[in-house]
C-alpha cells in the first residue's frame, strides 16, 4: 500500500487502528534482529478496525489465532471482543511463545488471552467447543488440514479470516513453496456449503462465514 494511502487511512480511522502499536513494532523488532529465517510478520495495523466489526459482528465470546508472534494481533482481537471474550492463540515456535506470554502479562492481557504451544496442525485437533471468530496467520502449507476444523469449530455465524494468501496471488512470498496448498484450500473453502467465502484482491485474505 502506499505511503499517502496508508496516512489518509490512519487520519481517517482517527486512532481506532492505533491498539497495541507498541506490540506490533516489537514484532517488527524481533523479526529484523533475527533475519531472513524469522517470520514473525505481525499483522497491518490497519486490519484493527476489522477485528472491532468482526467482534460485533458475531457478538463474539470465543476467538481463535493460529500463528501468534509477538501476541499483536491476539492483543487487538481481544481488546475489541471486549472483557467478557477470550482469545486462544496457537505458536509454533517456542521463543516466539515465550515473547508473546511476557508482553501479554505485561498488558494484564494474559487473563484474556491462552496461549498453545504447538503447530496448528497439531493442536486444532484436540479443541473443543465453537469459536466465534477464527484467524489463521500462521504456516500456509498447513490449511488445508484445517479444513474439517474449522467446520467442527465454528458455529453458524462464525467468521474465519485467512491470511497469508500472497504466495499465491502475488505481492510478498512469490519465491515461497505451498502455492498448491494455498490454491487447495481455497478451492475447497469456496466450494464447501458450510462457507460463504470471499478472497480479498490485493490484501490476499479471505473471508468466511459459517452458515
Ligand atoms: C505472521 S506471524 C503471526 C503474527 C501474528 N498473528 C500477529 O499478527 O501479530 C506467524 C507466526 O506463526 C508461527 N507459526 C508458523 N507456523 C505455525 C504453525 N504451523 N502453527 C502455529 N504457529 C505457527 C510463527 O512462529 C510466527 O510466530
Same mark, same amino acid.
Given at each position: 500500500m502506499k505511503k499517502t494511502v496508508e496516512q489518509l487511512l490512519m487520519k481517517i480511522y482517527a486512532g481506532r487502528a492505533d491498539i497495541h502499536l507498541d506490540l506490533y513494532q516489537l514484532s517488527n523488532q524481533h523479526r529484523r534482529k533475527h533475519g531472513?529465517?524469522?517470520?514473525m510478520y505481525p499483522s497491518d495495523?490497519?486490519?484493527?478496525p476489522l477485528w472491532k466489526a468482526i467482534a460485533s459482528l458475531t457478538h463474539a465470546r470465543r476467538m481463535l489465532e493460529v500463528g501468534c508472534g509477538h501476541g499483536y494481533t491476539a492483543a487487538v482481537m481481544a481488546s475489541a471482543g471486549g472483557p467478557n471474550c477470550h482469545v486462544d492463540t496457537i505458536e509454533a515456535n517456542p521463543q516466539h511463545a515465550k515473547l508473546a506470554e511476557k508482553a501479554l502479562q505485561e498488558r494484564d492481557l494474559s487473563e484474556r488471552i491462552t496461549i498453545l504451544r504447538g503447530r496448528g496442525q497439531n493442536l486444532l485437533p484436540r479443541l473443543k467447543g465453537r469459536y466465534d471468530v477464527l484467524f489463521l496467520d500462521g504456516d500456509w502449507r498447513e490449511y488445508p488440514r484445517y479444513i474439517p476444523h474449522l467446520r467442527r469449530l465454528t458455529r453458524p455465524g462464525s467468521i474465519i479470516v485467512t491470511a497469508n494468501l500472497n504466495p499465491l496471488f502475488? *505481492?510478498?512470498? *512469490?519465491?515461497?513453496? *505451498?502455492k498448491p496448498a494455498i490454491l487447495s484450500y481455497l478451492t475447497r473453502l469456496v466450494r464447501d456449503p458450510h462457507f460463504r467465502t470471499y478472497i480479498v484482491p490485493g490484501e490476499w485474505h479471505s473471508i468466511s462465514v459459517r452458515v
Open positions: 531472513r529465517d524469522c517470520d495495523p490497519l486490519q484493527a502475488g *505481492g510478498w512470498g *512469490g519465491r515461497l513453496q *505451498g
